[in-house]
């Protein structure tokens, strides 16, 4: 039972992680895409509070 439990605790934090990641892709496709350089977009996502790493481990996916 213990293990069950544990198990849907890790699905509802991937299921939490995955859509604001998600949402982070996508603002830093179309600022990219509008001709802001990256530097100026990973400054403004962090001053907005997302964590360092994540902005930094998206824009390596995206290859920016």
Do not use: C, F, H
């Not at 544990?6 to 179309?30: F, G, H, S």
């Amino acid at each position: 039972k213990l293990a069950s439990k544990k198990n849907e605790e890790i699905k509802l934090q991937t299921a939490q992680i995955i859509p604001r990641d998600k949402q982070l892709e996508e603002y830093i496709k179309k600022a990219y895409s509008m001709g802001i350089r990256k530097e100026i977009i990973r400054k403004k996502l962090i001053e907005e509070n997302w964590p360092e790493k994540m902005v930094d481990e998206v824009m390596e996916r995206l290859r920016i």
